[in-house]
């Protein structure tokens, strides 16, 4: 675990954000066959179960695609994306029938998404 800090509430993520250690991006996915922009990311949301608090997401990054099966709510999804090869976390707080919540953590020199839309020329 990278820091060891993971919010398990909206409430709990404000706090996170007021530390300014990471930036932090929210979001609701719905399950749906198109993945969804999160800060610099893609998050496709496959399946979930509410009840047991089980969900599978594909994070499509650096034009890969990667799997995150059978995962649990509060549970960091760790994965390495850009040039410089910096850690970013999924983590999602809440489930429900058709969708998830939670946020993605980036670090701080990573780069903003409106910056790379800018020098992709978009």
């Not at 250690?21 to 998050?43: A, C, I, M, Q, W």
């Not at 949301?45 to 099966?69: P, Q, S, Y």
């Amino acid at each position: 675990m990278q820091s060891g800090l993971i919010a398990h509430t909206r409430d709990d993520l404000e706090v996170l954000k007021h530390r300014g250690d990471r930036n932090y991006y929210e979001f609701t996915l719905l399950k749906s066959k198109h993945p969804t922009p999160v800060g610099t990311v893609s998050l496709q949301l496959k399946k979930v179960n509410a009840r047991k608090g089980n969900f599978t997401v594909n994070v499509i990054a650096d034009d890969h695609v990667i799997e995150k099966k059978d995962r649990s709510i509060a549970e960091p999804l760790q994965f390495y994306t850009g040039r410089d090869r910096m850690l970013y976390e999924v983590v999602v707080f809440s489930a429900q029938k058709k969708s998830v919540s939670g946020y993605l953590s980036t670090p701080k020199s990573a780069p903003q998404p409106g910056v790379i839309r800018q020098q992709a020329g978009l």
